[in-house]
């Protein structure tokens, strides 16, 4: 008998919430989480991209490329000697060396 | 450093040409320069071949009269073949016009493969060191700059082509004289130089005759440096005799001095290639003597290679360039 005496008295001492402080509590929490998410996203931790690894800017890389243009022309004009012989003369070579690939050394040789 | 190179026949061989940049304002840009120079060099080869008949040598040498009026480029060919005799006591000797052509050698070879080394080399006659001529016809051609005129004896004609390579190098080398380095390549007789030049020597190297590798770099910042050989034009006569272009000036022959080759430096390239004439001419013993003070490189009959004078060492020969 003793338990159901103490049992009615819980019961009355029990009050049904009421609804504005529950609803300005529940405002008052999404607001926070809104704003907690917010400033996330504009510091670019977007939770819905995952995690952004910024990476350290690195120098740019420039590659110069040292090209060799080689001109080559055939002259078509013939050297004619004495005895009226026609000797084809060999062909002209142009080059424009650079001082990463420079030119062949030049020869002495019995002319 | 960057360089422009063209290489083109003229005077019946190949020439080369290597450029640096300019140094003076108002200089020509290196491949105009060397365009200029080019053209330069084949009005020289037509006005100073033999083998063409509108040629002024050959106008020189048909003139009856024993005085004739020329342009200056035939004077300096003369007068430079005129020094060429005189320097080597008449060993080079550019009035043995009718010896040479005695010898089959009447028309240009530019494009004609030589006889052989290998094959001529037994067939040769015993070696010995050349001589002058015993009249020495070269002592009667006067040069007159001022007055712009040539006076040879009766009947002596006038072959410029044992000097006109190293002559046209070096008249080439004044032009090039306000670029960053240059070598002139007149078929293996070179005139080098240029401002920067002396920081940065040219490599040149020296071909042998007999298995065409490159025996020796000699390292040439100013200067001549030129090759005299046997083999470039070799051929053999119709008794199956074989010949060449270096004639012993006491015989008229073709000489066989027991050497194949000689590299001569030298203050400039006329002076080289007279160096190189010499030595070879004079056969062994004399080349050392003659290759003493600029120094050189000679080949002998069995291809031995032997280095002379300041060549010897391997350090960088630099030749200052002293007036003549």
């Known amino acids: ?111 | 450093m960057s360089e422009y190179d063209v290489t083109f026949p003229c005077m019946g061989c190949e020439f080369r040409l290597l450029l640096g940049d300019p140094l003076e304002p108002g200089l020509a840009p290196a491949h105009e320069a060397a365009a200029r120079a080019r053209r330069w060099l084949e009005a020289c080869d037509a006005r100073l071949s033999r083998f063409r008949d509108d040629s002024e040598l050959v106008a020189l040498n048909s003139d009856p009269a024993p005085v004739v009026s020329a342009r200056p480029l035939l004077i300096n060919a003369v007068a430079a073949a005129r020094w060429a005799a005189e320097y080597t006591g008449g060993l080079v000797d550019s009035t043995l016009m009718g010896a040479i052509e005695a010898a089959g050698y009447r028309e240009s070879l530019a494009g004609a493969d030589p006889l052989p080394l290998r094959e001529a080399l037994p067939s040769a006659p015993i070696r010995c060191a050349a001589g002058p001529h015993p009249a020495a016809a070269w002592r009667g051609i006067r040069v007159d700059r001022a007055a712009g005129t040539i006076a040879r004896p009766a009947g002596v004609r006038v072959d410029s082509g044992g000097v006109v390579k190293g002559l046209a190098a070096d008249l080439v080398a004044r032009l090039f004289a306000g670029y960053e380095r240059f070598a002139v390549d007149a078929a293996g007789d070179l005139a080098i130089g240029g401002a920067r030049a002396a920081g940065n020597p040219y490599e040149v190297e020296v071909e042998h005759p007999l298995t065409g590798e490159h025996v020796h770099a000699v390292p040439v910042s100013s200067g001549g440096i030129a090759t005299s050989g046997l083999n470039s034009r070799m051929w053999r006569r119709a008794d199956g005799t074989v010949a060449h272009h270096l004639l012993d000036p006491s015989t008229g022959e073709p000489a066989w001095t027991g050497l194949l080759m000689v590299t001569a430096l030298g203050i400039n390239a006329l002076e080289a290639e007279t160096l190189a004439k010499w030595a070879l001419l004079s056969g062994p013993d004399g080349a050392a003597r003659v290759l003493a003070r600029h120094g050189g490189l000679t080949v002998r009959d069995d291809g031995d290679v032997e280095l002379h004078g300041p060549m010897r060492s391997r350090r960088s020969v630099y030749l200052s360039r002293v007036a003549a």
């Open chain 1, 1 to 111: 008998m003793t338990t159901d005496a103490a049992g009615g008295a819980a019961k009355r001492g029990r009050r049904k919430p009421r609804s504005f402080p529950t609803i300005v509590a529940s405002l008052a929490v999404f607001a926070v989480v809104l704003v907690l998410l917010g400033a996330r996203v504009a510091a670019g931790h977007d939770p819905v991209l995952g995690a952004v690894h910024i990476r350290a800017s690195r120098p740019e890389i420039v590659r110069r490329i040292v090209r060799k243009v080689i001109v080559e022309t055939t002259v078509a004009s013939h050297a004619r000697d004495k005895g009226g012989t026609t000797v084809s003369s060999s062909p002209v070579t142009s080059v424009r060396s650079s001082g990463v690939e420079p030119a062949r050394a030049p020869v002495t040789r019995s002319s």
